[in-house]
């Protein structure tokens, strides 16, 4: 055999081997995996439904995973649990719907696996995606205010508007704020993401 061909069949073969192990082998693997059963008959994870789904396109449209990542690493391999990231690590059974993943690298802002579960209150959802500044001082998160009607101050709120604090010296002039349709989508996709139930494989 000539050195050509030895080479050639060399790549050949490290080619194939790594398709294999890293692509078809756990892309066979997950296809097997299916979701639990929680009490009352409820499963986890659940499919994206409505604005659900709507909202999780949002957060892909916004560019959210270029500094949220959404995969809790496990103990002794990063802080993300003992920071209240998650109360256990990630695992594949919870994207068995995701597509495409959201499980990001960046974390220029914190892991957002399970922000549902941190932070339940549409309130406080609104408040932050229209002035992080506002929940969280000092963040160098942009403002999605686009996403909102502003109310002036004076003005009767509306049905489903959130109230600006005091504190909220950027906007003065603002008393209400109420989320668009993309707005509200991207709340309910937020408050979805919980990955706080106790899959048997995660602790592990």
């Not at 790594?18 to 066979?28: D, E, M, Q, Y």
């Not at 500094?67 to 994207?95: E, F, L, T």
């Not at 508007?161 to 109420?178: Q, T």
């Amino acid at each position: 055999m000539s050195r050509t061909l030895f080479l050639a069949l060399g790549i050949f073969l490290t080619i194939a081997a790594s398709v294999t192990g890293l692509v078809i082998l756990p892309n066979w693997q997950f296809q097997a995996l299916k979701p639990v059963a929680k009490s009352g008959g409820l499963l986890y994870p659940e499919q994206y439904f409505g604005d659900n789904k709507r909202g999780r396109e949002e957060y892909i449209a916004q560019g959210c995973i270029y500094c949220h990542s959404q995969q809790v690493r496990m103990k002794g391999y990063g802080a993300d649990i003992r920071r209240g990231w998650g109360n256990r690590r990630s695992v594949p059974r919870d994207y068995i719907f995701d597509f495409p993943h959201q499980l990001g690298t960046m974390r220029t802002g914190p892991d957002l696996a399970s922000i549902g579960a941190r932070q339940p209150s549409r309130d406080w959802h609104s408040l932050h995606l229209y002035d992080p500044q506002i929940t969280s001082p000092g963040s160098i998160m942009p403002s999605f205010y686009y996403l909102f009607e502003e109310v002036k101050k004076g003005m009767p709120p509306p049905e489903g508007s959130v109230k600006l604090p005091d504190a909220a010296k950027n906007h003065a002039d603002v008393g209400y704020i109420v989320p668009k349709e993309r707005g509200s989508n991207l709340i309910a996709y937020l408050k979805r993401l919980n990955q706080s139930f106790p899959l048997p494989e995660a602790q592990q």
